[in-house]
């Protein structure tokens, strides 16, 4: 095992986000105290409760998956993708490291900021709304999962994109509306009947149900679902990642 | 002592049927310092490539002290360093942090004074907390030699490492690889500039169209092809070669006022002597007289022309038979 290879790339992606500490941190904190002000003082006075919660708590969860989700996607398809335009990939792949050790690196950093902006947006939260976790550990663990998912997802993604464009899309296009459409700012039995439907086959549907049970013990769905369904979508990543490696695509000639 | 780098019948297609190497053997000793030597999209950036693992080769192989380069990669990559041909850095960077990223991601753990050493050694001791972006091109292109040497490899890849580059520099990068070969690294470095082949090489091979057409000493090569030429500046323009004298290769330029003899330095005679005697029973005059050894240069050009009508001659063959 190549360890000092993963420290350097895991430290290295780190350094990026000490580079932009702005972009890393601060705006996460700031967009997610705009849903606050919007979602939950505005809106949120006009709603009292969703099954026991009040409205402010209740979406809570909710915006902490949002941000995880796209800010996993982000980073780690940044980091691979960078490299790939300004050509520094040579160095990574002529190195005495292996693919395995690759992806520890890269999408080990992409963890870690994205586990940290969710704390950090639980802490920025807990000043606007009374927030209780009940369940801290199932709370991490769907915090882990969801953010080594998409880490890996947008992994894939940075070495998919061609071009910058291709590289914001997926987030924008594909994640940012699954996750308003997953139930993050309302109870899917809120919803007509028919879209009740068409929800069920978001798969972010069952990440925000399971992890808003970690903390309020209510769900959407049931928590063996929600877990299936992230293991799921993992296992699909995994495989992926693994073909992209074994065939060299888009990496090797 | 067998050879450190051994390439046996490499050949690559890339998916657009372009044949880069065409069965290419090479055997390559510890501590020298071989220049493949060819034009542009020869085959010499596929050939360190695939040593290197960048890319893959669709057939033959080549193993690194033993190791071969795809089973036990992390063995050979350990001993290799490589300094790609353009300029990839990440701007944002510092020096430091990039170069020790690089030996990290080389299996090497922290060795501060040995990058110190390296940096000062590579004049970039003054710009270790710089920004990759505020460095000049010639900083750039030995921060990319700092980058490659920073896990202390035993082979170090150079792609062009002049390519572009203004003449001081260039002499700096030079006397830089001549430092590095001293201090027993084995170098591989392609060019296109024979000059630089001629400056540094201990041996040359040189590469055409995917195939290694000639590997030899460079002073073996030299002698081997060489060919010399003395000029004789008459005082009396020759108008045409007198029969007495057709028994010597010669010929005539600029309108007659020069006569050229060709010779061959390996030959035991060379002729000149009888040449000069003769010319003077026949009271040719001269004025002045030197010779000139051909270059590195007109050898490869001579090396890949023969290699153009080989396949020129084959062309024709194929249509005629057509």
Not at chain 1, 172 to 185: A, K, N, Q, R, Y
Request: with cysteine; net charge negative; proline share 4%.
């Amino acid at each position: 095992m190549n360890i000092p290879g993963i420290r350097a790339i895991f430290n290295h992606e780190m350094d990026r986000a000490r580079r932009t500490i702005f972009q890393s941190l601060v705006s996460p904190v700031i967009s997610t105290s705009l849903y606050f002000v919007v979602f939950g003082s505005a809106i949120g006075s006009r709603i009292t409760e969703i099954d026991g919660v009040s409205y402010g708590s209740f979406i809570v969860p909710g915006l902490i998956m949002l941000t995880l989700m796209t800010q996993s996607v982000t980073y780690a398809s940044f980091g691979i993708f960078f490299p790939r335009f300004t050509g520094t990939t040579y160095e990574i792949l002529s190195a005495p490291i292996s693919h395995l050790e690759i992806v520890i690196g890269y999408v080990g950093a992409a963890v870690t900021k994205s586990v940290i902006v969710g704390l950090v947006i639980l802490a920025t939260s807990g000043l606007f709304v009374d927030i209780y976790v009940a369940h801290v550990g199932w709370m991490l663990l769907f915090l882990l999962l969801t953010a080594f998912t998409f880490s890996l997802f947008g992994f894939l993604i940075g070495i998919w994109a061609e071009n910058f464009e291709r590289l914001q899309i997926i987030p924008l296009l594909v994640v940012t509306p699954l996750v308003f459409l997953g139930g993050s700012f309302y109870s899917v039995s809120m919803l007509p009947e028919f879209w009740q439907k068409v929800t069920y086959f978001n798969p972010v549907l069952y990440l925000v149900s399971g992890f808003r049970w970690s903390f309020y013990e209510i769900s959407d769905v049931s928590v063996v679902i929600s877990l299936s369904m992230i293991a799921t979508f993992l296992v699909i990543c995994i495989a992926l990642t693994w073909w992209i490696f074994k065939t060299g695509y888009k990496l090797k000639e | 002592m067998p050879p450190y780098i051994t390439i046996e019948n490499l050949s690559k297609v890339y998916q657009n049927g372009h044949v880069a190497l065409n069965g290419v053997d090479l055997n390559i000793q510890e501590g020298e310092l071989i220049a493949l030597l060819g034009p542009n999209g020869a085959g010499k950036t596929t050939l360190i490539s695939i040593i290197c693992g960048l890319v893959r080769p669709s057939s033959g192989s080549v193993t690194v002290d033993g190791h071969d380069i795809i089973r036990d990669y992390q063995k050979t990559r350990k001993m290799i360093g490589l300094v790609p041909q353009e300029l990839p850095i990440e701007p944002f960077e510092s020096v430091i942090k990039t170069v020790n990223f690089s030996r990290g991601l080389f299996g090497k753990n922290p060795n501060p004074q040995y990058i110190d050493q390296l940096l000062s050694d590579l004049s970039l001791g003054d710009k270790k907390y710089s920004q990759i972006k505020s460095l000049s091109g010639g900083m750039k292109r030995r921060l990319l030699i700092a980058k490659a040497l920073s896990h202390e490899p035993r082979i170090l890849f150079l792609d062009e490492p002049t390519a572009g580059v203004d003449v001081n520099l260039r002499k700096e990068t030079w006397d830089l690889i001549h430092r590095l070969k001293d201090s027993g690294v084995t170098i591989i470095l392609t060019t296109h500039y024979i000059e630089e082949a001629e400056e540094m090489a201990d041996r040359v091979a040189v590469i055409n169209n995917g195939s290694i057409i000639v590997v030899e000493r460079k002073t073996d090569l030299m002698q081997k092809m060489g060919k010399k030429q003395m000029f004789l500046e008459l005082q009396e323009p020759m108008m045409q070669i007198p029969e007495e004298l057709s028994g010597y290769n010669l010929y005539t330029q600029e309108d007659g006022r020069i006569l050229v003899y060709n010779y061959e330095t390996t030959k035991k005679r060379t002729g000149i002597t009888t040449l000069l005697k003769d010319l003077s029973s026949m009271e040719i005059g001269f004025k002045d007289l030197k010779t000139e050894q051909s270059s590195l240069e007109d050898i490869f050009m001579d090396l890949v022309d023969e290699r153009v009508e080989i396949l020129k001659h084959a062309e024709s063959k194929f249509a005629t038979n057509g």
